[in-house]
């Protein structure tokens, strides 16, 4: 992504970092795309979509590029609307690790199912998936509570995912 260096003439540096509609300020085109595809049928974005959305990153990005383009995104679209505090690095990460086991489980289980699959048969798999209080069989609600986890990755404290040690 180009983006200059050169500050607009026409406004100052101080709105212009504060910008909604500033190039830096917006989503990458990668989540656009996604976030497009995902609200194509839907009329609000709930914790369906956000599961699609994280669904479809893992698909088409794999799980690590995921969590990068899932977390920017959201990051980016809760900052222009005004309000950043709804993003959550922990939660976002959680969801993005669940959806890739889930995935890679499918893969490994049927491979052909994998290419040809679509999210709602995804999600018929694996209802748990759309269950939003999901996380709390892993994390206290004291530690998604926290600023720390807000801001940081917090590994879950209550039980450990499916595919780590117990």
Request: glycine share 4%; hydrophobic share 40%.
């Amino acid at each position: 992504m180009n983006h200059s260096t050169q500050p607009d003439r026409h406004r100052d540096t101080q709105a212009d970092s504060q910008s909604d509609t500033h190039p830096a300020a917006l989503p990458s085109p990668a989540f656009r795309q996604l976030m497009a595809e995902v609200m194509a049928d839907a009329e609000r974005f709930g914790h369906r979509q956000h599961v699609q959305l994280t669904w479809l990153a893992v698909r088409r990005h794999g799980a690590s590029q995921a969590v990068e383009l899932v977390g920017e995104g959201i990051r980016r679209t809760a900052t222009a609307a005004g309000a950043p505090q709804k993003f959550h690095v922990t939660m976002t990460r959680a969801w993005v690790e669940l959806v890739a086991h889930h995935l890679a489980a499918d893969d490994g289980a049927n491979p052909a199912r994998a290419a040809g699959a679509d999210f709602d048969a995804f999600a018929a798999r694996h209802p748990e998936l759309l269950d939003k209080a999901l996380l709390s069989r892993f994390y206290t609600p004291q530690t998604l509570a926290a600023d720390t986890s807000r801001t940081t990755w917090i590994e879950p404290d209550l039980a450990p995912f499916p595919w780590q040690p117990a």
